[in-house]
C-alpha cells in the first residue's frame, strides 16, 4: 500500500494546507512538503479543544475507552501504510515499527480498559457523622477529573508509541481531556496518517471535532504559542534536555502556571557487581553491546554508562564488549541533526583527558557507528559533561576499586530514567547498600536485565528525578500515566441526583 501525504494540519476535524511549507528528510524515498504551522492554528485549536472540553470531558468512561479502541482499531487499518511511510522517514527498520505500532494500539486498549474498570478515579467517601463532637463533620466525597485541554509534542525517536496518538494522547484522551499535538518534523508523514486515524474514529464515535488537533513542525514559535496558550492546562514532551527545559520555563512562567510533564533523557548507568562479574563478565559485555546498540541507542533508557571493578573481571568485560561492538556496523539514525550530535558527542569524549579509548569508528552523513570509552570514578566525578547524555551508540565503562566508590559514584549521578545491578546469590550485601541510592536516584531499579524495552503495564514508571525528568512523581508509560491529567475535587453534603454519575 502506498500513501503520499497531503501535507495538511488538522485542526478540529479540518484538514488545512498554509502558503509556507517545510520539505520532510527521509533517510529513504521523496521527500514530501507539509504546512508549517502557525500561531493562529494553535488558537484555533486549542480554542475547539476548550469546546469540546464541555462535552467530552463529562462523556462516560465507556464513552472514552469505546473512542481509545477505535482509534487502535484505525490504525492497525492502516498498519502496511503507516509501516512504508515511518521506515522511509526515519530509516527504522520494518520489523521496529511494526513491533512500535503493536506497543502504540496495545496502549490505547490498555487505557480503554484501565478507565472501564474505573479504579484510576480514586473514589473515596467520608461519611456525615452529625453527632460528632464539638463538631459535626459533613458528608464528603473525592473524584479525579479531567483538568482540560492538554498539549502533546510528538517525539522524534518514537514515531508512534510516543507521538500523535503515543502515550501521553492515549493517557489524556482517557482522562477526558482534549489533545492538541505538536507534530515533530522529523516524521510529519506518519503524523499525518496517524492523525487520520484518530479523526476517522472521532467521527465514528461521533465526538466533537476539536477533542483531537494536530499541528505540524517547523517552527518554535508553534511550540512556544502552544504552552504558553491560557487554555492549555499540562503539557506531555520528550525530547532533548535543552528543549524541554525551555519549554518548562514557559510554562512556569504564565500567568497561569501549568505542569510540565517532560522526558528528557538519561544515561542509565548500570552496576555490575563482583560475583556477577566472576560469573559472566563476558556473558554481560556481549549483553550490553546489544543493548548499546539497539536502534542506534537511540532509546532514552540506552544503557549509556557500566561501572565496574577494576581488575581482571573488568577487563574480560571490556574485551567482550569491544568484539561484540566491532561486529555492529553502521546504522541509520532518525536525523541528520541527531546524527550530528552524536558526532559532537563523541568529539566532546574524545577532548578529554581523563577518558581512554577502547574502540572508536568513525560515523559520516545520518549513520551512526559504535564508540567505547572508558575513565575513573575520580575522573567522572569531577568532569560534568561525562555525565551528560549522548543520543546513540556510545558507552562509557567506568572503574572503581570498590563497593563502596561504586555507591560514591552513585551519590554523584544526577537524576536517571533507570539504573541496573548487575548481580549474583553472593552479591545481595553489596546490592542492599547501593539500593537506597538507586531509589533517589531513579525512576525504575533492575537487577539483571538490559533497560532498554520499557513494558506498558500497571505498575511501570518511566520518568525520575530531574534532568531525567521534569516532575518526578509521575510516569510517562504505564496506566499511571493518567494522574497527570486528572485532579481531585471534593464533594460536601451534595444530594445524590447532583452528584457525578460515577460517585452515585
Known amino acids: 500500500m502506498t500513501f503520499t501525504p497531503h501535507g495538511k494540519h488538522l485542526i478540529a476535524g479540518d484538514w488545512v494546507g498554509g502558503a509556507e511549507t517545510f520539505q520532510s528528510e527521509p533517510a529513504h524515498g521523496s521527500a514530501h512538503a507539509f504546512a508549517v504551522g502557525t500561531v493562529d492554528l494553535v488558537d484555533r485549536a486549542c480554542a475547539a479543544a476548550e469546546e469540546a472540553f464541555w462535552s467530552y470531558g463529562y462523556s462516560t468512561r465507556e464513552t472514552r475507552a469505546d473512542f481509545l479502541d477505535a482509534i487502535a482499531n484505525e490504525i492497525e487499518a492502516r498498519a502496511e501504510a503507516i509501516t512504508q511511510i515511518g521506515s522511509q522517514e526515519t530509516g527504522l ?38 453527632d460528632r463532637q ?31 496518538a503515543g502515550g501521553d494522547t492515549a ?15 522529523a516524521h510529519p508523514g506518519t503524523g499525518e496518517i496517524v492523525a487520520e486515524a484518530v479523526h476517522a474514529a472521532i467521527k465514528s464515535c461521533n465526538l466533537h471535532p476539536g477533542v483531537f488537533s494536530l499541528i505540524q513542525g517547523g517552527r518554535r514559535d508553534v511550540g512556544s504559542a502552544l504552552v504558553t496558550h491560557p487554555l492549555i492546562k499540562a503539557v506531555g514532551f520528550t525530547g532533548s534536555l535543552a528543549g524541554g527545559r525551555a519549554l518548562f520555563d514557559l510554562c512556569a512562567a504564565r500567568p497561569e502556571p501549568i505542569p510540565f510533564f517532560g522526558e528528557l533523557g538519561s544515561v542509565n548507568p548500570m552496576f555490575l557487581l563482583p560475583e556477577a562479574m566472576a560469573a559472566r563478565a563476558e556473558a554481560l559485555g556481549q549483553g550490553w553491546a546489544g543493548s548499546l546498540t539497539m536502534g542506534a541507542g537511540q532509546f532514552c533508557t540506552n544503557p549509556g554508562i557500566a561501572v565496574v571493578l577494576d581488575g581482571a573481571d573488568a577487563d574480560k568485560f571490556v574485551a567482550a564488549t569491544t568484539a561484540a561492538l566491532e561486529k555492529v556496523g553502521p546504522q541509520t539514525m532518525l536525523t541528520d541533526g541527531i546524527a550530528k550530535a552524536y558526532r559532537d558527542g563523541k568529539d566532546r569524549f574524545e577532548s578529554r583527558n581523563a577518558v581512554r579509548k577502547v574502540h572508536t569508528t568513525p560515523s559520516a552523513g545520518r549513520e551512526a557507528s559504535p564508540n567505547l570509552y572508558e575513565t575513573t570514578a575520580d575522573a567522572y566525578l569531577q568532569d560534568h559533561a561525562l555525565g551528560e547524555e549522548v543520543f546513540g551508540p556510545l558507552g562509557l565503562i567506568v572503574r572503581v576499586g570498590s563497593v563502596e566508590d561504586m555507591a560514591r559514584l552513585a551519590r554523584g549521578f544526577e537524576g536517571q530514567l533507570t539504573a541496573t545491578l548487575h548481580m549474583d546469590a553472593g552479591d545481595l550485601g553489596d ?15 533492575l537487577v539483571n536485565g538490559f533497560p532498554t524495552g520499557v513494558e506498558v503495564c500497571d505498575a511501570m514508571v518511566h520518568g525520575g528525578p530531574y534532568p531525567a525528568s521534569t516532575n518526578f512523581g509521575a510516569t510517562s508509560v504505564g496506566t499511571m500515566a493518567i494522574r497527570r491529567f486528572l485532579r481531585p475535587v471534593s464533594y460536601q453534603n451534595f444530594p445524590v441526583a447532583l452528584l457525578p454519575a460515577d460517585l452515585q
Not at 171 to 185: N, R
Open 93 to 130: 527498520p520494518e520489523a521496529r515499527l511494526q513491533g512500535e505500532r503493536g506497543r502504540t494500539v496495545g496502549q490505547l486498549r490498555l487505557f480503554a480498559n484501565h478507565i472501564r474498570k474505573g479504579d484510576y478515579l480514586d473514589r473515596r467517601h467520608d461519611a456525615a457523622l452529625p
Open 431 to 445: 546490592a542492599q547498600k547501593l539500593l537506597p541510592v538507586l531509589e533517589r536516584k531513579t525512576g525504575r531499579v
Open 134 to 164: 464539638p463538631l459535626p463533620r459533613p458528608d464528603i466525597r473525592l473524584m479525579e477529573r479531567p483538568i482540560g485541554p492538554v498539549a502533546v509534542f510528538g517525539a522524534s525517536n518514537f514515531p508512534l508509541a510516543f507521538s500523535t
Open 171 to 185: 493517557a489524556a484522551l482517557a482522562a477526558g481531556c482534549p489533545v492538541v499535538v505538536k507534530g515533530h518534523s
